[in-house]
């Protein structure tokens, strides 16, 4: 009977082992992950910063008091442009990265602002607001490549938000989601 049980915790302890490991490997396996993001400036949202376990990205406005065209950067050097594919079309942006990466993102329904699809032509995730016009959480629909979701850390307070990132997505990818969300929540 001893022989039994020895067998059954070395089976056990080759299990917990492997599923330690498997476990390590997919966390390892995420790419830059995004924290936290806040204004610079509390009474101006034309400058973000947010944190990511490989240092500090920014959201800034290409030109004081036009919030149709950005400029970002990301921790590892990376940059590129956000703006609005048509000058009066907010329900349609266009993010370039300084390497070609061209994503878009576009409401899936006309005048709906609280459901968005973005793409880079390869991947395409569909952003939503978890609670409909209340846009103080907002999340991705399940995808293969992890979950994103963002929400407000004081309710209809704009100004900082907590993001909780366990996706494999590129980092312009991320960028996409991330503005796509804290725009659509900042009052116009």
Known sequence: MSQVVNRM???????????LFLGLI????????????????DDNPSEWEILCDEGKASFTTK???NFSEWDYTLPNGDFGTIRQKW????????????KGAIITAKTMWRGDFTE?????????VVLESVWGDNRNEWKIRKHRKGSFE??????????DWAIED?????????????FIAIYQSIPQ
């Not at 915790?9 to 599923?19: D, N, P, R, V």
């Open 9 to 19: 915790m070395i089976f056990l302890s080759k299990k917990i082992i492997i599923s």
């Open 166 to 178: 366990y996706s494999d997505f590129s980092p312009d990818m991320k960028t996409a989601i991330l």
């Open 63 to 65: 030109w004081r008091g």
């Open 150 to 159: 963002i929400y407000m850390l004081w309710e209809n307070d704009f100004r």
């Open 116 to 124: 968005w699809r973005i793409t880079d032509n390869q991947e395409t």
């Open 87 to 98: 000058r009066d079309d907010p329900s349609h942006w266009e993010i370039r990265s300084h």
């Open 26 to 41: 997919s966390l390892a396996s995420f790419g830059q992950q995004f924290k936290e993001a806040s204004m610079v400036w």
